[in-house]
């Protein structure tokens, strides 16, 4: 059904693949509604609305307007409440940080520079959290760590707006350590 949708957006059909996400956003709060409370049900839901409104952002006419900001503010805390029912569930992770990551951009634009910094901050920690238990595990950990440094970069130039130079620095070189350790390089300061 999702890849209907999707279909029907990329064929310029964007009004009907609004219309048919912003139907899925009713039904699925209406299963929220009476769903027994089973984690994995609940998770299923929560994902599903997730994926709605991260598509209603993206079929914003603006990208950062406030209707897409609205959507990835939804989209975000539908992913938070998979990410509270299965924290080890990587894709998800990855859907919250990319989404997050949008969210970010989209508060930068509206100059709303510390919430930003926690949409960042927030998706940072939970993909850096699950980097180390992959890495425990001894699977491969270099998507997540690359992402955890373009968080940790968005997050030091949203510190840098807001006017936190002494922190915007320390991120920074805390993304650049983060980036280096996907080519072996080990050791930046802030000198």
Partial sequence: LQVQRLKKRKLGLKEKARSRFEASVAEFDGVLAWVVPDAEILADVHARLADSHENLGSLAENPVGAEALA??????????????????????????????????????????????????????????????????????????????????????????????????????VAAMETLETLRGVNGFSAV
């Fill in 71 to 172: 959507a990835l503010e939804a989209a975000v805390r539908h992913f938070d409440e998979v990410a509270r029912r299965k924290p080890k569930d990587s894709g998800n992770v990855m859907r919250l940080a990319g989404t997050a990551f949008r969210l970010g951009s989209a508060y930068e634009a509206h100059r709303r520079h510390e919430e930003a910094i926690s949409a960042y901050a927030r998706s940072a920690e939970l993909a850096d959290a699950l980097r180390e238990e992959e890495r425990a595990r001894g699977a491969d950990t270099e998507p997540l760590t690359e992402l955890v440094g373009k968080l940790q970069f968005q997050t030091a130039k949203s510190l840098r707006f807001s006017g936190r130079d002494d922190e915007a620095v320390q991120a920074h």
